[in-house]
Each structure stands twice: as C-alpha cells, then as structure tokens.
C-alpha cells in the first residue's frame, strides 16, 4: 500500500481498505502506478502475510486484481474463479483471509462482458461448466427487467445479471459463513461488490455494502 504507508493493518478500518483500492484503481485506470520495490516486498513477505483486503473475483486474464487495484505483494488474499463464484471453497477461502491473515474486507469483483454470466444466460453446460454456471443461474432468474432476448447477445441482460451475479455472490456468502456473519456483524470486516469496466480499466463500487 504505497499511498497510505503509515496505516498499521491490525488497526486499519474496513473504510480505509475500501479508500486504499479506491485510490489504486484511480492510479491504474489513469496509468499512474506507484514505484514498487519489488526485491524489497519479497523479502519483507517471505516468512508470513498481513494482506489487508481478501477479493473474490473473476479468473478473466483481463482482470488481474493486483494490477487492477495498484497492490503488489502481500496487500492482496485473492481468490479467482470463473464468475466469481462463491463456491464452498472460495468462502472457505476467504474466511481464512479474514480470520486468520487479518483482512479487513472482502471484495466480490465481477465485470463487463463476463463470459461465465454469458455463459449461465445461456444455460450452457459442458463439463464441470455448468458447476459454475448453476451459481449464476440464481441471478439469471431474479432479472426481471428484460423480457426478449434474455441470452448472451444482448449486452444489457448480461449486465444487470452480471451485478445482479454479484449480489448473489454476496448472499451466499453471509448465508453460508458464520464466521464471515460474526466479522460483519462485529465490524472486524465489511464486504462490498464491484464491477471492473474492461473498456475503462475502472472499478464501480456497488452500494450494497456489508459492514461499511
């Protein structure tokens, strides 16, 4: 963390971890990323983590989260899978983010033009796909809006399954993780979803915020 480096992490508030990647993705899509000395975070990495923010998001290629979000090593616990999905063991995932390594958010980071929601709008399936796409289809069916064309090649339903997607992702979260429950509900952690524009390079917090 390079614009905030006197925040001390176990005192760092999920508010500022929120204004930390706030300012990295400003840095980024305005192609001004701090100097790193990455020799010097290898080490100062090497015998244990402190990351102060745990994302789950997309495995898109386009769509690194460090890059992203102007982090470099140990500020990011990052979880990528397909859609973004909160899987059993992505949640497992990042309870141990939050819990164990001291994250102070959770980010659920979806974005445009996904081919995973593309994929669930179209009820494709092949094989382990469809386990991926069964835990969009939820919001697939809660976009109401859109009565034609309610497939991949309108590129208005996809995108308001695609937010909707991450709400979904949310929900599953704090309906599955006690341990998640009790970090929100004690303000240890808050957790707020995203959409990363791949034409802009820039991320639009949702206001659905956990915790914040």
């Given at each position: 963390m390079?614009?905030?480096?006197l925040?001390?992490?176990d005192?760092?508030?999920?508010?500022?971890?929120?204004d930390v990647?706030?300012?990295?993705?400003?840095?980024?899509s305005?192609?001004?990323?701090?100097?790193?000395?990455?020799h010097n975070?290898?080490?100062?990495?090497k015998?244990?983590?402190?990351?102060f923010?745990?994302?789950l998001?997309?495995?898109?290629?386009?769509?690194?989260v460090?890059?992203?979000?102007?982090?470099?090593?140990?500020?990011?616990?990052?979880?990528?899978?397909?859609?973004?999905?909160a899987?059993?063991?992505a949640?497992?995932?990042?309870?141990?983010?939050c819990?164990?390594?001291g994250s102070?958010?959770?980010?659920?980071?979806?974005?445009t033009?996904?081919?995973?929601v593309k994929?669930?709008?179209?009820?494709f399936?092949?094989?382990?796909?469809?386990e991926?796409?069964?835990?969009i289809?939820?919001?697939?069916?809660l976009?109401k809006?859109?009565?034609?064309?309610?497939?991949?090649?309108n590129?208005?339903?996809?995108?308001?399954v695609?937010?909707?997607?991450?709400?979904?992702?949310?929900?599953?979260?704090?309906h599955t993780?006690d341990?998640l429950?009790?970090?929100?509900?004690s303000k240890q952690?808050?957790?707020?979803?995203?959409?990363?524009?791949?034409a802009?390079?820039?991320?639009?917090?949702?206001q659905?915020?956990?915790?914040?």
């Amino acid at each position: 963390m390079y614009k905030h480096p006197l925040l001390d992490r176990d005192k760092m508030t999920p508010q500022e971890a929120l204004d930390v990647l706030i300012d990295g993705n400003h840095r980024f899509s305005n192609n001004l990323t701090a100097n790193k000395d990455l020799h010097n975070l290898v080490m100062m990495t090497k015998d244990k983590q402190h990351p102060f923010v745990s994302m789950l998001s997309c495995s898109d290629s386009r769509a690194p989260v460090e890059m992203v979000f102007d982090q470099a090593l140990g500020d990011v616990f990052s979880v990528r899978l397909a859609g973004n999905i909160a899987s059993d063991k992505a949640i497992g995932s990042l309870e141990f983010g939050c819990k164990y390594l001291g994250s102070k958010l959770i980010v659920v980071l979806g974005h445009t033009g996904c081919g995973a929601v593309k994929a669930a709008c179209d009820n494709f399936k092949d094989g382990h796909i469809g386990e991926i796409t069964n835990l969009i289809k939820p919001a697939v069916r809660l976009e109401k809006s859109i009565l034609e064309n309610r497939n991949s090649s309108n590129d208005d339903f996809v995108a308001k399954v695609c937010e909707l997607s991450v709400q979904v992702q949310m929900d599953e979260i704090m309906h599955t993780s006690d341990i998640l429950q009790d970090m929100v509900a004690s303000k240890q952690i808050a957790i707020i979803g995203g959409i990363y524009d791949l034409a802009t390079g820039e991320v639009r917090f949702m206001q659905n915020a956990l915790g914040l």
